[in-house]
């Protein structure tokens, strides 16, 4: 079983900073690795809307309106993913949401995701 925690939520003034972590366990506790990865959002009323995200290199996208002040990075272990927002604004409110295709030593590839974690940066 395969699961992926977010944490770095929370409640910042614009301008600020928060540093988002989603780090993937098996509960097996078999080897593993996260193959690709991306951070989505959804504010409230509105549909989930991707991010960023990262390839199995070291490939990233981002969206426009998070181009300059977003981060996404892995560990070198690959089983952390992070995302480092920067100059916040208060239309990055959402809850964010990890997702991962994770390969393991006895699981096929999947793909999953995290349970979110809220973001709301006062103007």
């Known amino acids: 079983q395969v699961q992926l925690v977010e944490s770095g939520g929370g409640s910042v003034q614009a301008g600020g900073s928060l540093r988002l972590s989603c780090e993937a366990s098996?509960?097996?506790?078999?080897?593993?690795?996260?193959?690709?990865a991306a951070w989505y959002r959804q504010a409230p009323g509105k549909h989930r809307e991707l991010v960023a995200s990262?390839?199995?290199?070291?490939?990233?996208n981002y969206a426009d309106f998070v181009k300059g002040r977003f981060t996404i990075s892995t560990n070198n272990a690959k089983t952390t993913v992070f995302l480092q927002m920067n100059s916040l604004k208060s239309e990055d409110t959402a809850v964010y949401y990890c997702?991962?295709?994770?390969?393991?030593?006895?699981?096929?590839?999947?793909?999953?995701w995290g349970q979110g974690t809220q973001v709301i940066v006062a103007s």
């Open positions: 997702n991962a295709d994770v390969q393991t030593a006895i699981l096929n590839p999947a793909n999953y």
């Open positions: 098996v509960t097996s506790g078999s080897i593993f690795r996260i193959n690709r």
């Open positions: 990262i390839g199995t290199g070291v490939s990233t």
